[in-house]
């Protein structure tokens, strides 16, 4: 009955999104082209990450690192600027990747493919200023997938093509108060994010609610399933996190705070049903001692726990970790700890876990677990310190240890965890949009031989719209 009773919101929700998507070309045509430009951007994505210190934060590397894009059809955008809001503030996006992933495990086992493909997605304006809609579509399309090397995400875990629109949504919205959007999309939000470290992210069916009200953010969420990175399906988010039964949703709720411009505080709590409940709090500071040199500061706190029926165990564990960031002339320096309680490893099944030590092969919330990071980066274009320079080019090193884990079904212990990581990253200057990327880990685990993780990435990415 409860099934029953979750299953028929998720029926109403979708046909209302395919009645608006139907009906908005139609009624857009209604509209004068001397309507107000919209408020905020045109394309009525989810509210971003919170706010704070950027994605590759104190010592990880970001997922991600798009490049400058070009305005590919600059006159056809030119030529839309007569017609209504709906129509001239469409945005229509283009990213290709190709991506070679190769890593040798410490078990006489690898996983290697070379994939090529990406996604387009296409944005509205917004109809009467209210109203916008959109979708993306997702490929990755396997070039060399040996069928014994399965296992590196690119592709599904039968080494084959990815070919989904992971993203089918409509949206509504009052001012820069509420944006209700409605069906598949990407959500960015604490625990529950994109992921995007392979060929293609996750992405989500859910409802959605989210606004600011001066330096407030909020972001609500009723998430029911999640299509996985590797996987052309949408599955139900109890699924994704390894439980069995009928599935069950999650419903997130979270605030960001800006009091003042160099701090942000932020506060969700994403509850599984059934499952666990994670709340997950984080302050980070920024403080410009001049023009050349910032101080950055964060910590954060994550407390998880098994609710309802329990479906993946009875645990309650917890993750604490700070970490700072010396900014100077390009020159990045980075350090950060983390330390998880005993009872369980922090469990993140919808996304990259948030901490400021996850590394390209391992996150450091393992059970018991002391761990401690540096990272070193520096900016070959902004950078001052050298002197040439080479825009476009930024090079980073990490190192991460994770001491005293254990087993926590057992309590034994296990060995010391050590990854040391490169990241080269390079946006061509002669072709705008256009992002080579060299991804190099090396991790020892105890096992007498060493994980050997490589990784070649070139992007592509153009507004052609």
């Known amino acids: 009955m409860i099934t029953s009773a979750m299953t028929e919101p998720r029926r109403t929700v979708v046909v209302i999104v395919l009645a608006m998507l139907a009906l908005g070309p139609s009624v857009a045509l209604a509209q004068t082209a001397a309507e107000p430009a919209p408020m905020t951007a045109t394309y009525p994505v989810r509210q971003d990450a919170p706010a704070g210190l950027p994605e590759d934060d104190l010592v990880r590397s970001p997922d991600v690192a798009p490049p400058p894009r070009p305005e590919t059809f600059p006159r056809l955008k030119e030529a839309l600027s007569t017609l209504p809001p709906f129509f001239r503030d469409t945005d229509l996006k283009l990213r290709l990747r190709t991506f070679y992933f190769n890593r040798q495990n410490d078990n006489d086992t690898a996983s290697e493919a070379l994939a090529t493909g990406g996604w387009i997605?296409?944005?509205?304006?917004?109809?009467?200023?209210?109203?916008?809609?959109?979708?993306?579509?997702?490929?990755?399309?396997?070039?060399?997938?040996?069928?014994?090397?399965?296992?590196?995400?690119?592709?599904?875990?039968?080494?084959?093509?990815?070919?989904?629109?992971?993203?089918?949504?409509?949206?509504?919205?009052?001012?820069?108060?509420?944006?209700?959007?409605?069906?598949?999309?990407?959500?960015?939000?604490?625990?529950?994010?994109?992921?995007?470290?392979?060929?293609?992210?996750?992405?989500?069916?859910?409802?959605?609610?989210?606004?600011?009200?001066?330096?407030?953010k909020y972001d609500l969420g009723y998430v029911w399933n999640i299509k996985p990175r590797d996987s052309?399906?949408?599955?139900?988010?109890?699924?994704?996190?390894?439980?069995?039964?009928?599935?069950?949703?999650?419903?997130?709720?979270?605030?960001?705070?800006?009091?003042?411009?160099?701090?942000?505080?932020?506060?969700?709590?994403?509850?599984?049903?059934?499952?666990?409940?994670?709340?997950?709090?984080?302050?980070?500071?920024?403080?410009?001692i001049s023009k050349d040199l910032k101080l950055q500061f964060g910590l954060q706190y994550t407390d998880q726990r098994s609710v309802g029926d329990q479906r993946v165990g009875d645990f309650t564990t917890w993750n604490v970790g700070a970490g700072m960031r010396i900014v100077w002339r390009g020159l990045s320096l980075g350090s950060a700890?983390?330390?998880?309680?005993?009872?369980?490893?922090?469990?993140?099944?919808?996304?990259?876990?948030?901490?400021?030590?996850?590394?390209?092969?391992?996150?450091?919330?393992?059970?018991?677990?002391?761990?401690?990071?540096?990272?070193?980066?520096?900016?070959?274009?902004?950078?001052?310190?050298?002197?040439?320079?080479?825009?476009?080019?930024?090079?980073?090193?990490?190192?991460?240890?994770?001491?005293?884990?254990?087993?926590?079904?057992?309590?034994?212990?296990?060995?010391?965890?050590?990854e040391g990581d490169l990241d080269i990253i390079y946006n061509v200057q002669a072709i705008k949009g256009l992002s080579l990327r060299f991804r190099n880990g090396y991790v020892g685990r105890g096992n007498g031989d060493v994980v050997k993780d490589f990784r070649i990435i070139i992007n592509y990415e153009a507004d052609l719209l």
Do not use: C
């Open 121 to 216: 997605q296409y944005g509205s304006g917004w109809l009467f200023d209210t109203f916008a809609m959109g979708a993306t579509y997702y490929g990755s399309f396997p070039l060399y997938a040996p069928d014994d090397r399965g296992g590196s995400l690119l592709l599904t875990p039968g080494q084959g093509e990815i070919s989904v629109f992971g993203e089918a949504w409509g949206a509504l919205r009052y001012k820069e108060y509420a944006l209700l959007k409605g069906y598949r999309q990407k959500i960015d939000d604490g625990y529950v994010n994109p992921q995007d470290n392979r060929m293609v992210p996750n992405t989500f069916e859910a409802v959605t609610l989210s606004g600011k009200f001066d330096w407030v």
């Open 232 to 288: 052309n399906d949408f599955i139900p988010m109890s699924r994704q996190a390894g439980a069995r039964g009928g599935g069950r949703p999650l419903i997130l709720s979270s605030l960001t705070l800006t009091p003042i411009e160099p701090l942000t505080v932020y506060a969700g709590n994403f509850y599984a049903f059934d499952v666990f409940n994670t709340a997950f709090a984080k302050a980070e500071y920024t403080y410009t």
């Open 337 to 418: 700890g983390h330390f998880t309680g005993d009872d369980a490893s922090i469990a993140s099944p919808w996304g990259t876990w948030p901490g400021y030590l996850s590394l390209m092969v391992t996150d450091f919330d393992r059970a018991n677990e002391k761990a401690f990071g540096v990272g070193l980066k520096y900016d070959f274009g902004a950078g001052t310190l050298l002197p040439f320079k080479l825009p476009g080019l930024t090079v980073q090193i990490l190192y991460a240890q994770g001491n005293d884990r254990i087993d926590p079904g057992s309590r034994a212990a296990l060995p010391t965890t050590r």
